[in-house]
T-cell receptor
Framework: KAGVTQTPRYLIKTRGQQVTLSCSPI?????VSWYQQTPGQGLQFLFE???????NKGNFPGRFSGRQFSNSRSEMNVSTLELGDSALYLC?????????????FGPGTRLTVL | GQQVMQIPQYQHVQEGEDFTTYCNSS?????IQWYKQRPGGHPVFLIQ?????EVKKQKRLTFQFGEAKKNSSLHITATQTTDVGTYFC?????????FGQGTRLTINP
């Protein structure tokens, strides 16, 4: 089975811009979760989507949003980028809803905000 | 809200020494998972513990889940250079999976 894929792998944006990241889960997985990873804060949970519905949300501002499509692919959007949004954004898929199953992580998208 | 604390944040050992990382939750967990992230890589699932007092082994790695299901540990015996990376615990509480901050292990060959 192909693993979790994320595009793009690297992205450079400037403050104030917006960005959309994409995640394709493992075939058959219905749950997609997004995480922000920074050296100082570790892995911070952004949100989880299961069957096109947001199931859980972390403590991030409304500038961070996401969605999931009928084929389970997910996108994450960050509007009005700030310098502090520079991070590795990881998505993870699982068969069932969050926490009840192994999380399979993608390689991540490295976002740099200048 | 649910918090998962992991210590130490960093650990440097000589190759062949043992290594242990500890994970403590503010709430009782239904299960705990452990992940390893190699430098430049992404987290990879190692194991899941579900039962109170559970102990599981994977070669040189020993995982324990506390009796109260609020803490866990990962112990590596006789570290090798391939063990380098960051080890994360992730505790499942009320419909959420919360990751610890991770323990970054470096090894002097």
């Amino acid at each position: 089975k192909a693993g979790v894929t994320q595009t793009p792998r690297y992205l450079i944006k400037t403050r104030g811009q917006q960005v959309t990241l994409s995640c394709s889960p493992i075939s058959g997985h219905r749950s997609v979760s997004w995480y922000q990873q920074t050296p100082g804060q570790g892995l911070q949970f952004l949100f989880e989507y299961f069957s096109e519905t947001q199931r859980n949300k972390g403590n991030f501002p409304g500038r961070f949003s996401g969605r999931q499509f009928s084929n389970s692919r997910s996108e994450m959007n960050v509007s009005t980028l700030e310098l502090g949004d520079s991070a590795l954004y990881l998505c993870a898929s699982s068969l069932r809803s969050l926490g009840g199953d192994t999380q399979y992580f993608g390689p991540g998208t490295r976002l740099t905000v200048l | 809200g649910q918090q998962v604390m992991q210590i130490p944040q960093y650990q440097h050992v000589q190759e062949g020494e043992d290594f242990t990382t500890y994970c403590n939750s503010s709430t009782t967990l239904s299960n705990i998972q452990w992940y390893k992230q190699r430098p430049g890589g992404h987290p990879v699932f190692l194991i899941q513990l579900v039962k109170s007092g559970e102990v599981k082994k994977q070669k040189r790695l020993t995982f324990q889940f506390g009796e109260a299901k609020k803490n866990s540990s990962l112990h590596i015996t006789a570290t090798q250079t391939t063990d380098v990376g960051t080890y994360f615990c992730a505790g499942r509480g009320a419909q959420k999976l919360v990751f610890g901050q991770g323990t970054r292990l470096t090894i002097n060959p």
